[in-house]
T-cell receptor, first 116, second 110 residues
């Protein structure tokens, strides 16, 4: 069935390095995917909308040069956290809507990023 | 954009009692309102949803009501069980994006 996968599930990196997170739709195509950030015990904050074949749309306050989004195909979107700092440590979750599934959105399992 | 507020932030109930979580939204163009349950460290899972052309929807112990005029909707869980303990998020959507409420941490005390 339709599922959203994310890789890696956990990543630990040094401050100043870049980290790429992949989000894939399985058994369906997603022209639009969404990236969320979630701090402990807090809600999911929409960071950006990833559009296949075009530029991502960022929410207010999200730095587009720091959080690079690429949606190269109908099944893959990537989020790259550039020059990561400890304050970027968070749980990053992607989601996608399956046009054949009228209810809700499917979420990936999330990626726990820890920047040392 | 849309602004979704959710109350309460924490809720403790005795097993068997009911739990009610309320949300308000700001954008009158929003027409779809899902509720998600998220267990610690896991992805959100859709539990129930409602569209703006419906006032109430029920699925076993879970029900959702929508007042489109007042721009608020609520989640009702009856006969709560310990496995209902989790964080619940409401969301509002007028297109592809979902905007989430701040979450309610529900604890069901055995």
């Amino acid at each position: 069935g339709a599922v959203v996968s994310q890789h890696p599930s956990r990543v630990i990196c040094k401050s100043g390095t870049s980290v790429k997170i992949e989000c894939r739709s399985l058994d369906f195509q997603a022209t639009t995917m969404f990236w969320y950030r979630q701090f402990p015990k807090q809600s999911l904050m929409l960071m950006a909308t990833s559009n296949e074949g075009s530029k991502a749309t960022y929410e207010q306050g999200v730095e587009k040069d720091k959080f690079l989004i690429n949606h190269a195909s109908l099944t893959l979107s990537t989020l790259t956290v550039t020059s990561a700092h400890p304050e970027d440590s968070s749980f990053y979750i992607c989601s996608a809507r399956d046009s054949g599934r009228p209810r809700g959105a499917l979420f990936g399992p999330g990626t726990r990023l820890t920047v040392l | 954009g849309e602004n979704v507020e959710q109350h309460p932030s924490t809720l403790s109930v005795q097993e068997g009692d009911s739990a009610v979580i309320k949300c308000t939204y700001s954008d009158s163009a929003s027409n779809y309102f899902p509720w998600y349950k998220q267990e610690l460290g896991k992805r959100p899972q859709l539990i129930i949803d409602i569209r703006s052309n419906v006032g109430e929807k029920k699925d076993q112990r879970i029900a959702v009501t929508l007042n489109k005029t007042a721009k608020h909707f609520s989640l009702h869980i009856t006969e709560t069980q310990p496995e209902d303990s989790a964080v619940y998020f409401c969301a509002a959507s007028g297109g592809n994006q979902f905007y989430f409420g701040t979450g309610t941490s529900l604890t069901v005390i055995p």
